[in-house]
């Protein structure tokens, strides 16, 4: 199959995949013990969950976006 047909390049599969592994790791951060009626678990509060795991989601997005919106370099403009 001819390689110019591809909608994308190799470098937007790799930043793709990136993109990908930068969200489930920051899900994997957001887990943890929650709080029940009976027990109230502070760790709910902590930085790895509140601030550090949304960030890794959104540069998870992030590198989605910009691996759709690159343009492949070794495509031949042949139009």
Known sequence: MDKSKFAFGKTNYILFIIGIVAIVIGFVLMTGPSTTETM?????????????????????????????????KDRNNKE
């Open 40 to 72: 109230f678990e502070p760790d709910i509060f902590s930085f790895r969950r509140i601030k550090l795991a949304p960030t890794v989601c959104f540069l998870g997005f992030v590198f989605m976006i910009v691996s759709i919106m690159i343009k492949p």
